[in-house]
């Protein structure tokens, strides 16, 4: 690998990957339910959630970004955000909403690894799949003049092509392309943490030498990392934070 991650790096990276897709997530939900409701307005998740200073009884308070945190939980129980939020939101009380304090109540973790189970059967699908679209779209690519290393480099930075993550990343490990292939590593780590026994046994031959160890050591620290993001300070004290009405 020619980018060489220091301790802690790639961690950050995953906890970071992790924290867009939680909030990309959440306020596509918002938004959703903002507009079924008839409100025209952008939703925006405000310091509350996102993190700023703001003034309270004449003193200073700043909040931290939940995301971190609701990405360790992600992480540590090998959950996807876009199905917890989906199967709480179908959980939800008429009138209530879903806040992202909600998604990290653990009494719900049996259902929310339940709705966020993924089969072997579909990894191997996946795989498939993104084997002829990147087949066909290598071979289109080869027509247009391009040399068969610089078609698979075009292909697989085609961030329009529906291939994950891991796949990118494993392939352009594969063509010896390092630095083009790092671009994606949080990603595929993040990915493959989500099922590694599955992953490693459809993906297996795909898989560099040393990656699910590395994504292992990295997931520790990415979890360790974000339960230190609390979300509220007050004159250098934290506490739990910003705590909407329960759903």
Known sequence: MAKKYQRGDLAAAMLAELSAVCRET??????????????????????????????RNGKEVTYRPIWPRLAAFMLEHRLEPAACIAYRCSHVDDGSRLYPNHLLDETWLKELT?????????????????????????????????????ANL????????????????????????????????AGAA??????????TKHWGKWLPAGFAE????????AIAL???????RNHGEENSGYQPPKS
């Open 26 to 55: 959440y306020v596509a939900y918002r938004q959703l339910q903002n507009s079924l409701s008839g409100e025209r307005k952008q939703y925006d998740p405000g310091y509350q959630w996102d993190g700023g200073t703001v003034k």
């Open 226 to 232: 974000g339960k230190k993001q609390r979300t509220r």
């Open 190 to 199: 993040v990915q493959f943490l989500r099922s590694p026994v599955a992953y």
């Open 114 to 150: 339940a709705s966020c189970r993924v089969r072997g059967s579909s990894v191997a699908e996946s795989l498939r799949n993104q084997v002829m679209v990147c087949t066909s779209a290598i071979m289109d690519a080869r027509e247009e003049g391009l040399t068969r290393k610089q």
């Open 154 to 185: 075009f292909v697989l930075l085609d961030l329009s092509l529906e291939l994950s993550p891991l796949f990118r990343y494993c392939l352009l490990r594969a063509e010896r392309l390092p630095k083009s292939a790092d671009r994606f590593l």
């Open 214 to 221: 590395m994504s292992n050591e990295a997931k520790q620290r």
